[in-house]
């Protein structure tokens, strides 16, 4: 059922890739399957104790290498504008990761999981402030949770983006759900993206520790345990899930799902959680399962990875649109912010 509903969604929106949208008078290139029925690392973003989660050195390591290498620009290439090849191959994909901002239950210190508590006004702005952060990044299409913490993170970051795409969440959970939010016009389907909730995405369900408070837990059963609980691989808490139970079903949807549209040049956003967005990682950066005990993601901090040749490229976290020389740009997100600054100002 995911497999069909995120075919379809995909299928909806699908659009080529992003520097095309920006020609009007460029014969759209696009692989539009019929619309429904077919159709950086910051250092307070991310951190692991005593891994190779040292920003600064992998900053330096991935922009060297970007430097040395060439990137086609789809604008300028007459072969990719005039062929409609752009959607079968794209040299580089961007693809960016966020954990929720906080929610109510972060704010209140308790075990969440797959219980579904919205942000809390703190949240709100940490969603916002993630827009500002990626308002300049190519989105093509979204990936949620199906819990509304992640998705009013989507939700409210999109609000910031430059290009003013409108994130529509997609719904092919029965024939009716498909066929009544179709959309009839294919103009208006240009200027969206696709939003695919998925419950593969979502928090690793903490069992009996949902809902209890962190702290009194820990008085409770011992620092050690919680802990334990918490942070070790394979060790799930009483009647929950362990992270290695999160990423089977995680990766498996990363890789089902999530790749082939990287593959296809499409950029990605993911909006998760935590546990399942740590797994994610792990998959991505090829983390041993000693290493990811010390992975932490802060609330509401993007993270852009750069899916080029098969290999995903740690970029780090991208600052506000109007840094001119953030480190998290790759020649060609430079060409789209550099496209948008001409469209809008
Ligand atoms: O309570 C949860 O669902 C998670 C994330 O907030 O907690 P932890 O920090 O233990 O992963």
């Given amino acids: 059922m995911a497999t069909e509903a995120c075919c379809q969604a995909i299928g909806i929106l699908q659009s080529h890739s992003f520097l095309n949208n920006f020609n009007h008078h460029q014969k759209l290139q696009i692989n539009l399957v019929k619309f429904v029925t077919r159709d950086c690392l910051s250092s307070n973003g991310l951190s692991s104790r005593g891994s190779n989660y040292s920003g600064q050195r992998n900053y330096g390591i991935v922009r060297s290498s970007a430097s040395q290498t060439s990137v086609v620009d789809p604008v300028s290439s007459p072969s990719r504008s005039n062929t409609g090849e752009t959607n079968k191959k794209s040299s580089e994909a961007a693809l960016i990761l966020i954990r929720h901002g906080e929610s109510l239950w972060n704010e209140k210190n308790l075990f969440t999981g797959c219980v579904d508590v919205p942000l809390s006004k703190k949240g709100i702005d940490e969603a916002i402030e993630a827009g500002k952060r990626i308002s300049s990044?190519?989105?093509?299409?979204?990936?949620?949770?199906?819990?509304?913490?992640?998705?009013?993170?989507?939700?409210?970051?999109?609000?910031?983006?430059?290009?003013?795409?409108?994130?529509?969440?997609?719904?092919?959970?029965?024939?009716?759900?498909?066929?009544?939010?179709?959309?009839?016009?294919?103009?208006?389907?240009?200027?969206?993206?696709?939003?695919?909730?998925?419950?593969?995405?979502?928090?690793?369900?903490?069992?009996?520790?949902?809902?209890?408070?962190?702290?009194?837990?820990?008085?409770?059963?011992?620092?050690?345990?919680?802990?334990?609980?918490?942070?070790?691989?394979?060790?799930?808490?009483?009647?929950?899930?362990?992270?290695?139970?999160?990423?089977?079903?995680?990766?498996?949807?990363?890789?089902?799902?999530?790749?082939?549209?990287?593959?296809?040049?499409?950029?990605?956003m993911i909006a998760a959680h935590g546990n399942s967005l740590r797994s994610i990682i792990m998959y991505l950066d090829k983390l041993t399962s000693q290493e990811v005990i010390s992975l932490e993601l802060s609330t509401g901090i993007p993270m852009l990875y750069i899916f080029k040749e098969g290999r995903f490229i740690r970029r780090g976290s991208p600052i506000g649109p109007s840094e001119a020389g953030v480190y998290a740009y790759t020649r060609h997100l430079a060409l789209y912010r550099q496209k948008l600054d001409e469209m809008f100002q």
């Fill in 137 to 268: 990044i190519p989105v093509d299409v979204i990936f949620t949770s199906a819990l509304i913490r992640a998705q009013m993170t989507a939700m409210l970051a999109m609000t910031q983006h430059r290009r003013k795409k409108v994130p529509i969440v997609m719904h092919n959970q029965s024939e009716q759900a498909r066929t009544w939010s179709q959309v009839f016009s294919e103009d208006t389907k240009k200027q969206s993206i696709p939003v695919v909730a998925s419950w593969q995405l979502n928090e690793r369900m903490y069992g009996e520790l949902q809902g209890l408070n962190k702290q009194e837990t820990a008085d409770r059963y011992g620092k050690e345990q919680v802990h334990e609980w918490r942070r070790s691989y394979d060790i799930p808490p009483p009647n929950g899930e362990s992270l290695e139970m999160c990423a089977e079903r995680a990766v498996a949807y990363f890789r089902d799902q999530i790749e082939p549209q990287l593959l296809s040049g499409k950029n990605v």
